[in-house]
C-alpha cells in the first residue's frame, strides 16, 4: 500500500509539473510579446490562438479524450485503435486544410490569408501534438508527458521571442509554439507511434464517436465562452482593441487559472479514490478540503490583482498596454476565479454521478449568453463592456451548475472555512490598499510578498484547516529531535 502510494504521489508531482512549469513559461511570454508587438500584431496573433483553440476544441478534443478513456481496453491490442486515431486526425487536417485554400483563394479573405495560413498549420501540428502528449499519459509515462509539455513552453517563448525580434511580428509566437510542438510529435513518433498503420476501424471509431463527440462539445463551447468576446472585440472595435483585451486578459485569466488548476490536479484524483473507496461521503470530505483550497488561493489573487493592477500593468506590460489593462484586470480576475470555483469543483457534482451531458446544456446556455451579453455591451462600453459582460456569463454558469448539480450530488462548500479565508484577503486588502497607486517592479514585488505574508499569517492566526496546529506540532516535533540529537551527541564524563 505504501509503494502505491508512493507511486500515485509521484506521478501526481510529475503531471503538477508538467502542467506548472508550461504554465510559468506562457505567464512570461505575455508580458514578453507585450514589449515585442504592438496592439495590432498582438491582436492577430490573439485571434489566431482563438480560433485555433475553438476548431482544436471542437474538431480533435474527442479523440484525445477517447483515447484516456478506451486506452486499458486495448491494451493488447494498440494498433487498431492508434491506427484509427491518428488516420482520422490526418482526415480531418486535410479536409480543414482544403476549407482553408478555399477561403485563401476567395477576395473577399484576402487580407485574413496569411492568418488562415497560420491557423490551419498551427491547428494541425497542435491537433498530433495533443494527440501523442495524451497517449503518453494514457500508457502512463508521466515523464514523457511533460518533456513534451515544456518543450512546447520553451519554444513558444524562447523560439518564438527570436522570431519576433527577427521581424516575423505576430507570427513569431505561433511560429515559436509550432516549431515546439512538431519536435515533441517527431520524438513521440520514434518511440510510439512508428509502424503505425493508415487504416480506420469503423466499430472503433464509432464507439469513440459516441463517447467523445458530447464531451468535446461541451469543451468547445466553454472556449466559445472564453474567446467569442475577442473576435466581436475585433468586428466592432479592431485589431488594436482586441489586442489591448487579449494581453490583460490572458495574463491575469492565465495566473489565477494556473494556480487553482495545481489545486485540482493534487487534490480532485483524492476525491475520485475515496469514492471508489469509500463511497460518497468519503468523497464529500475530500471535496470540502477541495473548496477550501481553492478559496484560499484564488480570493486574494483576486483581491491583490484589483489592488495592484496599475502596478501589475507597469511592472508587466508594454507602454502601449497599461491603461487598459488596469481598468480590465479586476473584472477578468472575479471572472476567472468564478470560472476556476465551477470547473474544478462544482462540475465534479455531474462527474461523479456520470451525469455529464447536463454540462452541455448549462455551457451551451451560458456561451449563447456571453455573446449577446458582449453584443450588446461592446458598442456601449468597449473592452470594459466585454470584460463585465464575460464576469457575468461566469457568474450565471457557476450559479446554475451549482443549483442543478446539487441534485445529483450535493458537493460541500465549507461555510466556515469561505469566512476565514474571506477575512485573511480584506485584512491583506486593507493593507495593500494605501499603496494601490505605486507602480514600480520593486515595490509591486515587495507589495506582493507584504501581502501575502500578511494573509498567510492571518490565516494561521485564525487556524484555517488547522495551519496553527500542524505548525506548532511540526515545531515541537523539530524541538524534540534536536534535543535527542543534543543528549545523543554528548560525550560522557567518566566515573557518572
Known amino acids: 500500500m505504501g509503494q502505491g502510494n508512493n ?27 507585450s514589449r515585442l508587438l504592438t496592439p495590432h500584431d498582438y491582436g492577430r496573433y490573439a485571434m489566431v490562438i482563438a480560433a485555433v483553440g475553438l476548431l482544436n476544441a471542437l474538431l480533435f478534443q474527442w479523440l484525445r479524450l477517447s483515447l484516456v478513456r478506451y486506452m486499458p481496453a486495448y491494451r493488447n491490442d494498440p494498433a487498431k485503435l492508434k491506427s484509427t486515431l491518428l488516420t482520422t486526425a490526418l482526415s480531418i487536417i486535410l479536409v480543414t486544410g482544403a476549407i482553408a485554400l478555399l477561403a485563401m483563394l476567395l477576395p473577399t479573405y484576402a487580407s485574413y490569408r496569411p492568418m488562415i495560413f497560420a491557423c490551419w498549420a498551427l491547428l494541425s ?12 499519459r494514457a500508457i502512463v509515462k508521466p515523464w514523457r508527458n511533460m518533456t513534451f509539455q515544456v518543450l512546447r513552453a ?34 513521440a513518433w520514434q518511440a510510439d507511434w512508428r509502424g503505425v498503420k493508415v487504416g480506420i476501424d469503423r466499430d472503433v471509431l464509432r464507439g469513440l464517436a459516441r463517447y467523445g463527440v458530447p464531451l468535446s462539445i461541451t469543451v468547445a463551447l466553454a472556449v466559445v465562452i472564453g474567446t467569442s468576446d475577442r473576435f466581436l472585440i475585433d468586428y466592432y472595435l479592431g485589431n488594436d482593441a482586441a489586442g489591448l ?35 460518497p461521503d468519503a468523497a464529500k470530505e475530500q471535496m470540502r478540503n477541495n473548496a477550501s483550497m481553492l478559496m484560499a488561493v484564488g480570493l486574494p489573487c483576486v483581491v491583490g490583482m484589483s489592488i495592484l493592477a496599475p502596478g501589475i500593468s507597469h511592472s508587466f506590460f508594454g507602454e502601449q498596454y497599461r491603461d487598459a489593462a488596469i481598468d480590465i484586470i479586476p473584472l477578468v480576475a472575479i471572472g476567472s476565479f468564478l470560472a476556476g470555483l465551477k470547473a474544478y469543483h462544482f462540475d465534479a457534482a455531474f462527474q461523479f454521478v456520470h451525469k455529464t451531458i447536463y454540462q452541455v446544456w448549462i455551457v451551451l446556455f451560458v456561451a449563447i449568453l456571453n455573446i449577446v451579453l458582449n453584443v450588446i455591451a461592446i458598442p456601449k462600453w468597449g473592452i470594459n463592456g466585454s470584460a463585465g459582460a464575460s464576469l457575468a456569463a461566469y457568474a450565471v454558469s457557476i450559479g446554475l451548475t451549482a443549483w442543478l448539480g446539487r441534485r445529483h450530488f450535493a458537493l460541500p462548500f465549507p461555510p466556515k472555512a469561505c469566512a476565514q479565508v474571506a477575512f485573511a484577503a480584506s485584512a491583506m486588502g486593507v493593507a495593500l490598499w494605501a499603496f494601490r497607486h505605486e507602480t ?13 505574508t500578511i494573509y498567510a499569517t492571518v490565516l494561521i492566526g485564525i487556524n484555517f484547516l488547522d495551519l496553527r496546529g500542524t505548525v506548532l506540532r511540526k515545531l515541537w516535533t523539530q524541538k524534540r529531535e534536536l534535543a535527542k540529537s543534543d543528549i545523543a551527541g554528548a560525550p560522557l564524563v567518566e566515573g557518572i
Request: glycine letters at 10%.
Open 125 to 136: 501540428v497542435q491537433s498530433l501534438f495533443e494527440l501523442v502528449s495524451e497517449y503518453a
Open 154 to 187: 520553451a519554444s513558444f517563448v524562447l523560439v518564438g521571442g527570436a522570431f519576433v525580434w527577427w521581424g516575423w511580428s505576430w507570427r513569431g509566437p505561433i511560429a515559436g509554439m509550432g516549431v515546439g510542438m512538431a519536435l515533441a510529435v517527431v520524438i
Open 440 to 452: 514600480s517592479f520593486v515595490a509591486v514585488a515587495v507589495l506582493v510578498a507584504g501581502g501575502a
Open 7 to 33: 507511486h500515485f504521489l509521484s506521478h501526481a508531482l510529475i503531471y503538477l509539473v508538467a502542467r506548472g512549469l508550461p504554465g510559468i513559461m506562457a505567464f512570461a511570454a505575455i508580458p514578453l510579446f
Open 245 to 279: 483585451y487579449a494581453v490583460a486578459f490572458d495574463f491575469t485569466s492565465q495566473s489565477l487559472t494556473l494556480l487553482m488548476m495545481v489545486i485540482n490536479l493534487a487534490m480532485f484524483p483524492l476525491a475520485v479514490r475515496a469514492w471508489e473507496e469509500h463511497g
